[in-house]
């Protein structure tokens, strides 16, 4: 195989693994934003303790998430958990 062949594969191979990443984080942010959607009732934005009641992950870590402590889970707190559904 010459250098060029091979320069190439690896070139290749980077895009390819760049691909699926670039895949899983927005697979990771759609569940979170699904989750959202999904467990914020009165769709202000926000999760209360109430509303992730539904989620019982969330539930058990919810003062760990909420890390401004403000009683709520936002998105972007969501996002920084890494939890999804479940």
Not at 11 to 34: F, H, K, P, R, Y
Not at 40 to 55: F, K, P, T, V, Y
Request: proline content about 0%.
């Amino acid at each position: 195989m010459t250098d060029f062949k091979k320069l190439m594969t690896v070139a290749l191979t980077i895009m390819l693994v760049q691909g699926v990443l670039a895949l899983l984080i927005s697979s990771t942010a759609n569940a979170q934003e699904s989750l959202m959607t999904t467990l914020d009732n009165d769709q202000d934005g926000l999760i209360s303790l109430r509303e992730a009641a539904g989620h019982r992950t969330l539930l058990e870590n919810f003062n760990k998430i909420d890390s401004n402590e403000d009683g709520y889970i936002s998105l972007d707190e969501l996002d920084a958990s890494k939890i999804t559904r479940g």
